[in-house]
């Protein structure tokens, strides 16, 4: 034991001694001879390079960091690391104490880091500062192959890292200026606690995510990697919350822009300019922040003097030119009152989506429930699912109500004390209704004038019988709009007069229910069965039910809604199996890179083997069922969703 620690102690002795009085420069010279015979190939990547920052070595820090952790606890590997963590960033980084080595394994080949530091004196001997440097070491014949794929690795990862890392600031205009002084973005709502319609939460994450991952995508279309939201909908329906989620699931900063503020155009260019990447720049209230309202309405502006923003400006400055200095960016508009905005603010390439952020229905309900109080059913959710489905309560009134009390039924009682008194309000209102009837108007979502009706609006399976329109046409007897007068014909060379059984007598009543069914045969002739959702095709059903209860004879569209909702289901279902079978396959090439590792055991490798060919078989089965199902939707693809419905 004795002369063990007498070797060790002589070996600490030599390596001072040599690394104390044998020049940096001999001694480098000393290790390039002997590389001369070694097969192995090493470089060098230090901390600065041509009198600047080595970008490289930036990106080796923050790639190893995120794999020493995991890799210390191996044999053979360091088992000291340096840790620490800033204000900019949300967890605690790692990284290589100095003099330490780690392998990396990449295509199956393994790369050896090292990391190292040494201190700089000048001719007193004195400190002036540090030099630090990586050195990877790999096989000379795998040169290429490291400095083609894995170099870019490592810096693609490493800003992946990075981006995934670092703290959400919130950025806000103090004279015409974005404030110096960001702040950090604390909001703790996420897609996981959003009170949203699952389908909607489902495509609103989809779409980010096809956004994020687009890069190549976008600059082959040759368009600027930046997409456009418009929210609407009524106060308290969760707009801020949602742009909150957003920043959240893509660690996005907030440019938090308000119009009036901005007293010219050249003053919002230069706010964009300096607008970074990957970030939202937020619009909030576009309605009424500024006079940008709808041209057509001819809408005075002398009202507003001091603003000096105009709608040409803004468009130039959020699809122009302008817009191309930028990547990665994100614009999101809110208002209450979509119908007030100018046409041209809509269209896509400006906002690329419109979100609907309605009253509150039973799903929401439910998931503020589990939010604020944590549970996931009560005797009292009946009662208060039956109330939400015939007033407009947002969600903000009934987290407003789950937040007073942290006991479920008292919470409860207090909701449903308040969506009593809504209801009472609302019924002791006079209401405009044909002829004199009291039918209660859907709002949320519906613009001005709008006949279409909107599945999460309260009362959406009630029909409204609509106004015609100022250029009405009469096809026989039924007096319908124009646009519809050509399906109306249709419809009734195919199937007869539908409306002769009906229990209303007057013409001006089966016009309007013939109205309804015609605006059905519109909507699903006009769409492809990717732009339809359950939901939306659920309210027709609804309505095509409302038409056979009073006796009209559309048992065709009831069928033709069922087939097409049946399709539906089997995209999700095709959709779910893609994945299943994408996960399976990654799992087999990770079990196959492991069989290939000549440190696993004959038996182990055999359960292996035979478990990637229970897998295979698991594949073939999801396969034939994707096949199955996408011939069955051939027939929805390949021909309008009306086809053989009509007698054109």
Excluded at 446 to 471: C, E, M, Q, R, Y
Aim: neutral net charge; aromatic residues 6%; contains cysteine.
């Amino acid at each position: 034991m004795a002369s063990t620690l007498s070797i060790l102690a002589s070996f600490t002795i030599i390596r001072s001694t040599f690394n104390d009085f044998i020049p940096k420069e001999i001694r480098d010279y000393l290790w390039s001879f002997i590389r001369r015979f070694s097969s192995e190939f090493t470089l060098v990547i230090e901390e600065s390079h041509d009198g600047s920052s080595n970008h490289i070595f930036q990106a080796t820090m923050e790639y190893l960091g995120s794999h020493v952790l995991s890799a210390s606890a191996a044999e053979g590997f360091p088992k000291r690391l340096t840790v620490g963590k800033s204000e900019k960033v949300r967890k605690f980084t790692f990284g290589l104490d100095r003099h330490s080595e780690i392998v990396d394994i990449f295509h199956d080949v393994p790369l050896k880091w090292k990391y190292n530091a040494d201190v700089n004196t000048n001719t007193n001997n004195q400190h002036t500062s540090e030099s630090r440097w990586y050195e990877l070491s790999f096989q000379k014949n795998h040169v290429e192959m490291v400095k083609s794929k894995y170099i870019p690795h490592i810096i693609n990862t490493a800003k992946k890292l990075k981006d995934r890392n670092r703290m959400v600031k919130f950025h806000t205009v103090r004279r015409e200026r974005w404030s110096s002084s960001a702040v950090n973005l604390d909001h703790p709502m996420t897609f996981d606690t959003l009170a949203l319609d699952g389908d909607l939460k489902k495509t609103i994450m989809e779409d980010l995510d096809s956004f994020i991952n687009g890069k190549e995508y976008y600059k082959k279309i040759g368009k600027v990697w930046k997409r456009g939201y418009l929210l609407y909908g009524p106060p308290g329906t969760g707009k801020s919350s949602l742009i909150a989620a957003m920043a959240n699931h893509l660690n996005f900063d907030i440019y938090n822009l308000n119009l009036s503020a901005v007293n010219s155009d050249s003053s919002l260019e230069y706010l964009l300019l300096h607008v970074s990447n990957r970030s939202i720049l937020v619009i909030e209230d576009i309605d009424c922040t500024v006079k940008l309202q709808n041209r057509d309405a001819g809408d005075p502006t002398a009202s507003y003097p001091h603003v000096q923003v105009t709608l040409s400006g803004l468009l130039n400055a959020i699809d122009g030119l302008l817009s191309c200095c930028g990547d990665e960016r994100i614009i999101v508009f809110t208002t209450n009152y979509k119908d007030k905005i100018d046409p041209a603010l809509l269209r896509a390439g400006r906002m690329d989506k419109h979100i609907c952020l309605s009253y509150s229905t039973a799903s929401t309900f439910k998931q503020l429930a589990v939010n604020y109080l944590g549970i996931l059913n009560h005797n009292l959710f009946s009662r208060i699912e039956k109330i939400i489905g015939e007033i407009n309560v947002s969600p903000a009134e009934i987290a407003g109500e789950l937040m007073k009390s942290k006991d479920p039924k008292t919470c409860l009682e207090g909701l449903i004390e308040l969506l009593e008194s809504k209801a009472s309000e609302a019924t002791s209102k006079p209401e405009e209704g044909e002829g004199g009837n009291n039918t209660k108007q859907e709002k949320g979502c519906k613009s001005k004038g709008s006949n279409t009706t909107n599945s999460d609006s309260p009362n959406h399976n009630a029909i409204t019988f609509l106004t015609v329109g100022p250029d009405p046409m009469t096809v026989r007897e039924y007096t319908v709009k124009a646009e519809l007068a050509p399906i109306l014909k249709a419809v009734l060379l195919k199937h007869g007069d539908i409306v002769t059984d009906c229990s209303l007598n007057s013409t001006q009543c089966r016009s309007s229910l013939l109205e309804i069914a015609c605006g059905i045969i519109q909507k699903l002739q006009a769409a492809k069965l990717e732009d339809l959702t359950e939901p939306e095709l659920r309210s027709m059903l609804a309505s095509v039910s409302d038409l056979e209860s009073l006796k009209l004879r559309v048992s065709w569209l009831r069928k033709r809604l069922d087939q097409i909702i049946e399709a539906l289901q089997l995209v999700k279902q095709c959709s779910a199996l893609e994945e299943d079978k994408r996960k399976i396959l990654q799992e087999i090439e990770e079990m196959q890179k492991e069989l290939g590792s000549c440190h696993m055991e004959t038996l182990e490798k055999e359960k292996k083997t035979l478990r990637i060919q229970e897998m295979e078989a698991v594949i073939g089965t999801i396969s034939e069922s994707i096949s199955s199902n996408e011939a069955r939707l051939s027939c929805f693809y390949e021909r309008s969703l009306v086809d053989g419905l009509l007698c054109l």
